[in-house]
């Protein structure tokens, strides 16, 4: 997964809140559900020294973000300021999570999360077109009527999207309608916005067209698009392993010390358990152990959680994050490919394979 949507987290003061849960429910008991979940994880916090103005901004995120259709996890992030990510899972994690620690952990968002969660909703008919923008915590839609009885102005319906694109930074722009719609629209919009265009090729039904199978689609699409990453990850690690070239490194120790250095491109996190790392001062470089942090030239001063310290690192040296399969294990739970060698380059071990799909 790209890490520039987690920057954000860079600048933020902790201690950080994090809570996953199951936020899936049947649509009348969804307000029961949510407040019962929630009074679970309110004393969660409490018990944790959660701060109480932090735990009511989290109880307002948790409760007013509106549920799209089709999903079941909920992420809420929060640093000593308030809310910074508040969102929507794919899946839900495995069990509910609540950790108040000095750096946020996302690995649950990597894992079932989505690339974009900032992005449009065209629905074109012969009736109008409906737009919806969907944000991280919001979403809101308006409408382009048909003009004289006929079809929307295609012109109308791009700039309008062209606009939403540049005013609100959505990564993607989803597109439903019929064959001839969809092919015009394209055509009508900038290039720039135009490679940003998934169409999702959905009939219209007598009633029109159905929302929860067009957010269904849209959750397929995004689900498929993180597997292709964490495929093309994968693949990327096992050849440069297989071919000794220096390129791949795996373990704790090897992992901090490309990430000291810059040179990771892509980092794989896998199961780590309660593993921990020793850091300094400003965390700008972490280690196994206080000895090898003195060997990159660094004053171990804090000990914090490696599921914790080794993404927030990745990402502030521009790196990818990917969460790892059954697939793929590399020692200690984490491997990288890098960007050109490491100095001081350690051996390479072969990870532990399950063997890749056919595709």
């Not at 048909?146 to 609100?168: C, I, Y």
Request: with cysteine.
């Amino acid at each position: 997964m790209y890490s520039a949507r987690f920057r954000q987290l860079l600048g933020e003061p902790g201690p950080f809140t994090s809570v996953y849960f199951d936020g899936s429910a049947e649509a009348d008991d969804t307000a029961v559900a949510l407040a019962l979940k929630w009074r679970g994880l309110r004393d969660n916090l409490e018990q944790f020294g959660g701060d109480a103005s932090i735990t009511a901004e989290i109880e307002h995120a948790v409760m007013h973000l509106p549920p799209p259709g089709g999903r079941g996890g909920r992420a809420v992030i929060a640093s000593a300021t308030g809310v910074i990510l508040n969102e929507y899972l794919l899946r839900p994690a495995a069990r509910s999570v609540v950790r108040v620690s000095e750096l946020p952990y996302i690995v649950p968002i990597l894992e079932h999360g989505v690339e974009h969660t900032r992005y449009l909703l065209a629905v074109a008919d012969p009736r109008g077109a409906f737009i919806t923008r969907h944000t991280d915590f919001t979403r809101s839609s308006e409408a382009i009527e048909a003009e004289g009885g006929g079809g929307p102005t295609l012109r109308a319906v791009a700039d309008r999207v062209g606009e939403l694109v540049r005013n609100t930074s959505c990564g993607a722009v989803f597109l439903v309608g019929d064959a001839d719609l969809r092919s015009g629209l394209l055509a009508a919009l900038p290039e720039s916005v135009r490679r940003r265009v998934i169409p999702l090729p959905i009939d219209v039904r007598r009633g029109g067209y159905d929302f929860e199978e067009i957010q269904w689609a849209v959750d397929t699409t995004m689900l498929q698009q993180r597997r292709s990453a964490m495929d093309t990850a994968a693949e990327r690690f096992i050849a440069e392993v297989g071919r000794r070239s220096g390129l791949a490194v795996e373990g704790l120790g090897a992992v901090c010390v490309a990430l000291r250095q810059g040179v990771v491109d892509t980092m794989l996190i896998g199961d780590i358990d309660d593993a921990t790392v020793v850091a300094d001062a400003g965390v700008t470089a972490i280690a196994p152990d206080a000895d090898a942090l003195l060997d990159q030239g660094a004053v171990p001063a804090k000990t914090l959680r490696a599921d914790e310290a080794l993404p927030l690192l990745a990402i502030s040296v521009g790196a990818s994050v990917v969460r790892t399969d059954e697939r793929i294990a590399p020692v200690d739970g984490v491997g990288a490919v890098l960007r050109y060698l490491a100095k001081h380059q350690q051996p390479v071990r072969p990870p532990a394979l399950a063997g890749l799909p056919r595709r």
